[in-house]
């Protein structure tokens, strides 16, 4: 009985001292440390993001519903021609590692991977909408978030804290709400031709999708934003041209052009283009999970313009769906994620090597402390060799002067005042010399 009494004892002190433990980090909490301008201006740019996203959905609609024009590589291609023109032009003007000869020269292969990874990923899940429902797509390109934070993971060696995964899970309801308030307004639409191919279609381009925001992370935090979007344009036009030439030959021919057309088709080029230009923007402000989870509101954003351009039916949930992913977003940034010592110690030290020592002193407090205390123990140490140098150069010179005395006063025994003189004589020398 007493060793009972004596656990229930402990479990009520463990459980006081959580609740006080809580109590004390909620009285601790301070609204300003939390909604910071960077947590602002990543959010802004993410949903700007998203609003992009949403003018390619309007224009593939008008494309397919209007004109009925099922050409998904050809959309491609004017993107990836557009990213080809503008950046690997400036690659093929940069000198020096960062010229495109050189960067081709080092990892032409791994860049050839990431661009048919990422030309496969648009053209997969826009052909799942061939073969599944609209809903399905919704939720199933959701698994690029848990595909991309184990990728993170295991590759860029990120480590999540609860408050991550709390936040995450918030999104993903966010995006069950959605999608109820979907099928509640009968806009369950698409094809039910071959459901399970239409679905692995979805997981596969969200996989793809994951595969190439892990590697636009590690490109743009490592390398340069230039160098990513310059090498997936090239061989983004390469792949997706010889794909075109050879899937969609027949739909590309009977194209009936017209400048509604072609107004379309330089909507969704360039809303593409400007997401491919500032995407890697906002993945090094913050990361590549957080700018999905803020691009879960790009379907938000199609289904109100829908309501307004194609006649869809509003729905509460759609409000809830917003606030609870926004909710999410702002829950996972506002947390730091850790990150491991060595990552840290490497990203300092390439940042330091890239911009160079400064004497500026905004440019100094970006380098981390324990760089700083480095440095200076290593001048300290520099100086008291020095002057430890200085020291023994001294002591020689005073050795050297009292021998010349010595000699002096065995020559001349009798003549004190001689004496006297070179004791004097020795003082300057050596006062001079540490001068």
């Not at 999104?171 to 399970?196: E, F, H, K, P």
């Not at 934003?225 to 590309?252: A, C, D, K």
């Not at 890697?280 to 313009?305: G, M, Q, R, Y």
Request: hydrophobic share 45%; charged share 15%.
């Amino acid at each position: 009985m007493a060793t009972k009494q004596s656990e229930d004892a402990l479990r009520d002190v463990s459980d006081e001292s959580r609740s006080s433990g809580l109590m004390l980090r909620i009285r601790r909490f301070k609204p300003e440390e939390v909604f910071t301008w960077q947590l602002a201006k990543t959010l802004a740019m993410g949903q700007g993001l998203a609003g992009l996203i949403c003018g390619t959905a309007i224009s593939s609609q008008y494309l397919a519903s209007n004109f009925h024009m099922n050409t998904p590589m050809l959309q491609s291609f004017f993107n990836y021609a557009l990213l080809c023109v503008t950046y690997t032009t400036m690659l093929l003007c940069t000198t020096g590692d960062g010229n495109i000869l050189q960067i081709l020269k080092k990892r032409w292969w791994k860049y050839l991977l990431l661009g048919l990874v990422d030309v496969e990923a648009n053209y997969t899940v826009v052909k799942a909408y061939q073969y599944t429902t609209l809903t399905s797509v919704q939720l199933l390109d959701c698994f690029v978030v848990p595909v991309l934070m184990i990728l993170s993971w295991w590759f860029l060696k990120t480590r999540y804290n609860t408050v991550h995964y709390i936040a995450v899970s918030i999104c993903l309801l966010g995006v069950g709400a959605m999608v109820g308030a979907d099928l509640l307004a009968g806009r369950d639409q698409g094809s039910t031709s071959n459901i399970l191919l239409g679905d692995g279609l979805v997981l596969l381009s969200a996989s793809l999708y994951a595969v190439s925001n892990v590697c636009q992370e590690y490109t743009v935090k490592n390398l340069s934003r230039v160098e990513f979007l310059g090498m997936v344009g090239l061989f983004g036009t390469i792949i997706s041209t010889v794909q075109m030439v050879i899937l969609e030959r027949n739909e590309v021919a009977n194209i009936q052009w017209s400048w509604q057309v072609g107004l379309l088709f330089s909507a969704y080029a360039l809303c593409m283009y400007a997401l491919y230009s500032c995407m890697p923007i906002v993945v090094k402000l913050s990361s590549a999970t957080a700018v999905n989870l803020s691009l879960l509101t790009a379907d938000l954003f199609s289904l109100f313009c829908g309501i307004f351009l194609f006649q869809y039916n509003f729905s509460g949930l759609y409000l809830v769906s917003l606030v609870g992913i926004l909710i999410g977003f702002i829950a996972f940034n506002a947390v730091p994620i850790p990150t491991t010592r060595t990552d840290t110690a490497a990203s300092s030290s390439s940042s330091i090597c890239e911009e160079g020592y400064s004497d500026d002193p905004n440019r100094q407090s970006s380098i981390p402390n324990d760089l700083r205390k480095w440095e200076a123990a290593v001048r300290i140490t520099a100086e008291e060799e020095e002057q430890q140098g200085r020291g023994e150069t001294e002591e020689g010179l005073e050795e050297a002067q009292r021998r010349r005395g010595k000699k002096k006063r065995a020559s001349r025994p009798s003549q004190s005042l001689g004496r006297g003189s070179g004791d004097v004589a020795v003082v300057a020398i050596i006062h001079n010399t540490k001068m």
